[in-house]
């Protein structure tokens, strides 16, 4: 078993952090607010709060964050009481934050020059996924650091893979949020053409579900959405987020996403109907009010 800190006890880091405990880990966590982190020492008294992220980092062979974005990734990296200033010379960082190419490949540099190895490993499933330790993880970086991580991770994914050097984690990540984002707009439209139309809505996913029309969103989500119910799940805020990095990175490689770019505006509408913290399947809420 290892020595493991978790930056970041979010609604995916906490259960994350509870899962390496539960594999037989030593665990030390830290969050920005300290009641997330004494409430997750009360569900998990094994394991051990820290007070900075240098201290997390100064515990462990392997130190994972899952933060907000580059900017929340930098807050908890740099300064004296950063992870850097704590990581150990053989340590790995893996980071789980849906953050940019550029910033994967940034912290790699910082990381080597602490002697020390770092991955990029976005994750997929949602807080569902996090909860039953079904994540699915997408890496970028060294094959003998992955070697050395792939286990630890494993202790909440269905899968682990290295996708290639760093940065290609993140970036597979965002292949992700562009078929997400058009397979949810694509299920919104379906489901209002058939309520218009006049179909039970319910007996129209039961049967479409059986061919070639399935997906993941249409099965954890199309009753939600005919049921007009959107407080859970994957934060429309959190989709624009990861869809600006997706169209920005676009521009540097020249990719032509006019689906993906009309979908994120299609968000901006959603938030602006007071959205911003609903799940992404609320596309659909936006057909029904420009309707009225």
Known sequence: MSTVSFIGLGVMGYPMAGHLLEKGHQVTVYNRSSKRADA?????PAGRVAKTPKEAAQQSDFVLMCVGNDQDIRSVVYGEEGILSGLKPGSILIDHTTASAEIARELNEACRTQQAGFIDAPVSGGQVGAEKGQLTVMCGGDQNDFNLAQPIMQ???????????HGMGQLTKMVNQICIAGIVQGLSEALHFAQQAGLDGNLVLDVISKGAAQSWQMENRGK???QDKFDFGFAVDWMRKDLN??????RK??????????????????QR????????????RRLSTHKN
């Open 40 to 44: 997750w020492l009360q569900q998990f």
């Open 155 to 165: 202790s909440f994914a269905k899968a682990v893979t290295l996708m290639g050097s």
């Open 224 to 226: 939600t959405m005919l």
């Open 245 to 250: 990095l997706v169209l920005d990175e676009a």
């Open 253 to 270: 490689n020249h990719a032509t996403l006019p689906l993906t770019a009309l979908v994120d505006q299609f968000y901006a509408d959603v």
């Open 273 to 284: 109907l007071g959205g911003g913290r609903w799940d992404t399947s609320s596309l659909i």
